[in-house]
């Protein structure tokens, strides 16, 4: 039983790691295009954005391991049911209830890295996540100019483009700036071969000296543009806002226990989730990986996908409906847990209950 056992385990985990990658790839792929986006607007530097994604995996993978291990075990039993492998081991003695048992421990270590990852990894990694936004916001437009890209910095009025920048960032070549006004004050378009940041020792204030360039100033559409030429020019590097950026995600799980706002009672109850959803996706999906042949591979898929897709979103509801105090805190989303189980134990064991009581009623010998 031991050698059924790691080959169950064995065929599972190989297709939840496959799925799960795919999975990984997908979610990761489209958050780090929005972070690209950003830094191309400005917003953050282009050298964060692998430390940010780094410190986002855990949150990805407490989602996806779950779906990864149910979509894996559809695929794993699928194809031993069309292989006929299933109707072997259950030649060998190996019932229903020892194939859900073994199953649902095989899940156990995937059950415990779900539960780490959301209630203490992930909310670390937010919690970095959360530090570095703030310092990207403090950054100053000089910190925040990437070479070949036209910017949209932080004072918000002002369009910067240079062709290259130093490692140092601390000399530009081909500077471009142009600097919207309100409609007395019109347009300013400033052009330099280079320049360099400067810092006043006495006010910490911090500029950037221009060189060999030239000024526009004028309004679209009118004639009496001003042309100034300079051999150096000084403009001040505006500085970040400074915010703190509150991630509710950040949240350290202690922290949750204790307080006593009913959003951060929601978000304690959706941590203890994740973890619950493993045993019971896993006894959801043993059932529905039974397939006949005729059908095809993939013929299970889509309603046990449903069911899977109905889940979450009830989650997600019950997430909500307790934050806005609709549903008591005792009760928080066990009633959509709950439903499911026993959404699981009906499809696993109630064909079986059913033909035992016709058998009965039809005065038959009901089988052991």
Not at 138 to 143: I, L, Q
Request: proline share 4%; glycine share 10%.
């Amino acid at each position: 039983m031991s050698i059924i056992f790691r080959y169950l385990v064995r065929q599972v985990m190989t297709s939840m790691v496959a799925v799960s990658g795919i999975l990984l790839l997908v979610f990761m792929s489209g958050r780090f295009l929005k972070y690209l986006g950003n830094a191309a607007e400005g917003r953050i530097s282009a050298d964060v954005l692998l430390t940010i994604m780094a410190y986002r995996f855990p949150g990805f993978l407490e989602l996806i391991l779950p779906l990864g291990l149910f979509i894996g075990i559809l695929l794993a039993y699928g194809r031993m049911y069309l292989e006929s492998e299933m109707t072997v081991l259950s030649a060998c003695g190996v019932s229903d209830r020892q194939l859900l048992t073994k199953t649902l421990l095989g899940s156990l270590p995937v059950m415990l890295v779900v539960g780490a990852m959301s209630l203490y990894v992930s909310p670390w990694g937010m919690k970095q996540v959360e530090t570095i936004l703030a310092e990207q916001s403090r950054a100053t437009e000089f910190e925040m100019l990437a070479p070949g890209r036209f910017q949209n910095l932080l004072s918000g009025g002002r369009v910067t483009y240079t062709e290259s920048l130093s490692d140092d960032k601390r000399r530009l070549q081909g500077v471009f700036i142009a600097e919207y006004g309100d409609q007395e004050e019109g347009l300013s378009i400033i052009t330099a071969e280079s320049g360099s940041q400067l810092i006043d020792e006495e006010t910490g204030s911090r500029f950037l000296i221009l060189e060999n360039g030239a000024r526009i100033d004028g309004t679209p559409g009118r004639l009496d543009f001003q042309v100034t030429e300079f051999g150096a020019y000084g403009l001040k590097i505006q500085s970040g806002s400074g915010r703190q950026v509150d991630l509710e995600e950040g949240v350290a799980t202690a922290d949750l226990w204790a307080s006593e706002d009913p959003r951060d009672r929601a978000l304690l109850h959706w941590r203890l989730s994740l973890p619950l959803i493993v045993p019971i996706v896993t006894l959801l999906a043993v059932r529905l990986s039974r397939v006949n042949p005729r059908q095809g591979r993939f013929f299970h898929l889509l309603p046990a996908m449903l069911v899977y897709i109905t889940y979450l979103g009830l989650l997600i509801v019950g997430r909500d409906a307790l934050a806005d105090g609709k549903v008591p805190e005792w009760l928080g989303m066990l009633w959509v847990h709950a439903l499911f189980l026993a959404l699981g134990l009906w499809l696993q064991f109630g064909p079986a209950w059913l033909r035992r009581r016709r058998l009965i009623q039809e005065g038959g010998h009901a089988p052991d």
